[in-house]
């Protein structure tokens, strides 16, 4: 039987992809790259042919708008680092962790963190969700399991609710609707 706490989070997790899924089902490649204002953090080819993340350890005022290809490499980002770090292998450097280069690539990278992230977590007991064990060192803070697994959930949420926006404003300024 699943832990019911454990139940708790992957109910939050399965509702924040659901919504990420109505996001993704759709999304193509102009759309993933298209810049909403001048003033825009995207996903760039650098000299290796890799797609990298415009990024900036302190957060540039007024922080730039993203687009939706930064948005999903984002989610990537902190899903990987976060995983790495709470479930062994340790994590890449945030260079290391690129964009795949297409929108279907990103949907089934983030599908692959959800699935994996998912399991991970079905496996944990009450002892496991209150330990900071696996948590050193992941933000410079103290935060148990649960509390990372949580916040997990929450920056999903978040994160969704930007790709929504970003997707609405493309097409209100298309005169398309939302379909």
């Known amino acids: 039987m699943i832990n ?3 139940a708790l989070l992957t109910g939050q997790l399965d509702i924040a992809m659901a ?13 993933a790259l298209w810049e909403p204002a001048a003033h825009c953090w995207t996903v760039r080819r650098d000299e290796r042919g890799r797609w990298v993340a415009d990024f900036q350890d302190t957060e540039p005022d007024p922080a730039p708008a993203v687009t939706i290809a930064w948005v999903t490499w984002h989610i990537g980002f902190w899903w990987t680092t976060t995983m790495g770090h709470c479930f062994g292998g340790g994590a890449p450097a945030r260079e290391e962790i690129t964009w795949p280069g297409t929108a279907g690539a990103a949907a089934d990278w983030l599908r692959d963190l959800h699935r994996r992230w998912r399991e991970h977590l079905e496996t944990l007991t009450d002892a496991d969700l209150d330990s900071t064990e696996r948590t050193a060192g992941l933000w410079g803070q103290e935060m148990t399991l649960g509390s990372v697994a949580g916040w997990v959930n929450v920056e999903l949420t978040k994160n969704v609710a930007e790709l929504g926006l970003l997707r609405n404003l493309r097409g209100a300024r298309a005169g398309r609707p939302l379909g």
Do not use: F, G
């Open 19 to 31: 919504l990420l899924e109505y996001h993704l089902k759709d999304l193509d490649d102009e759309a």
């Open 4 to 6: 019911p706490r454990v």
